[in-house]
Structures are given as structure tokens and as C-alpha cells.
């Protein structure tokens, strides 16, 4: 049974760092990508970042520069460091994982999903 469970969300200024953190089981995590989306207070769930099973990455444009994902198949972790945050970061994110070599940017590829960790930005 896969299992994923995210961590390290928090309330921050603007301005402020987290270091998101998605701890995987139950699945062989070398072979699997994977992504982080979000959803902010009455909007649809969006595409962040994703990884792939050999570190290949790719970034939405609203937080390139600011964000960076990285994995550590040691510890069936992928990372999400969320640098300069502004208020509009608000929002629930969520990890995703997806058996495959490439790496994803669309949500319904993902058939697996964690419960979500909340990050607020305040100004």
C-alpha cells in the first residue's frame, strides 16, 4: 500500500523559507516521480514542481527561481524548499507520486497522493 506523508509546512512572513518534506512508502521510490502541487483558498489545485526518478526536474513559472525540489531515494523522501514567499504561496500542498522515468506536470498522471501539509504567508 503506498503511503505518503507530508511535512514541514508552517506559518511564515513574507519573505520566509520552509523546507516541505513527503516520506514515502510502500513502493519502490527509485522508480517512481514525483510532484508537488498545491491549492490555495478557493482555487483549483496547481501543478509546482515534479522530479524524476533520476533527478530530471521541471518548475511552474509563478515560483521558478524560488523553489526547489530534490530527492533522497536513501530515505524516500522528496523536498520541496519554498524560498521568498509571498502571500499568494498560501496554500495546502500536496506530494504525488507516479511510476515512471519522465516527469509529470499534470495531476490526474498521479495516482498516488499524500493529505497535504498548509503553508500561510502572511504580508
Known amino acids: 500500500q503506498v503511503r505518503l506523508v507530508e511535512s514541514g509546512g508552517g506559518s511564515v512572513q513574507a519573505g520566509g523559507s520552509l523546507r516541505l518534506s513527503c516520506a514515502a512508502s510502500g513502493l519502490i521510490f527509485s522508480r517512481y516521480a514525483m510532484g508537488w502541487f498545491r491549492q490555495g483558498p478557493g482555487k483549483e489545485r496547481e501543478f509546482v514542481a515534479a522530479?524524476?526518478?533520476?533527478?530530471?526536474?521541471t518548475y511552474a513559472d509563478s515560483i521558478k527561481g524560488r523553489f526547489t525540489i530534490s530527492r533522497d531515494s536513501a530515505k524516500n523522501t522528496v523536498y520541496l524548499q519554498v524560498n521568498s514567499l509571498k502571500p499568494e504561496d498560501t496554500a495546502v500542498y500536496y506530494c504525488?507520486?507516479?511510476?515512471?522515468?519522465?516527469?509529470?506536470?499534470?495531476?490526474?498522471?498521479?495516482?498516488?497522493w499524500g493529505q497535504g501539509t498548509q503553508v500561510t504567508v502572511s504580508s
Open positions: 522530479i524524476s526518478w533520476s533527478g530530471g526536474s
Open positions: 504525488a507520486a507516479k511510476y515512471g522515468s519522465s516527469v509529470y506536470r499534470s495531476g490526474d498522471e498521479y495516482p498516488y
